[in-house]
């Protein structure tokens, strides 16, 4: 098993590196200055998730 050292990069770095990485972390900064954000009720999206798995739970 390859275990590698921890690196001193942070994320942002390490997200820069590939193009793709780099045009959505830049369109979502465009994003934000302009103002357009969507705000997130976390506790309705967990539960909409929650929801749509359709988790069956036995009972013994």
């Known amino acids: 098993m390859l275990v590698e050292p921890p690196s001193e990069e942070d ?3 390490y997200l820069l590196k590939s193009e ?3 045009k ?3 369109k ?3 994003n934000v200055e302009k103002g357009n ?3 997130v009720n976390l506790d309705e ?3 909409f998730i929650f929801e749509s798995q359709n988790y069956k739970i036995e009972e013994n």
């Open 37 to 39: 954000l969507v705000f």
């Open 28 to 30: 979502a900064l465009k």
């Open 20 to 22: 793709t990485n780099k």
């Open 11 to 13: 994320e942002t770095t």
């Open 45 to 47: 999206y967990e539960k």
């Open 24 to 26: 959505h972390l830049i």
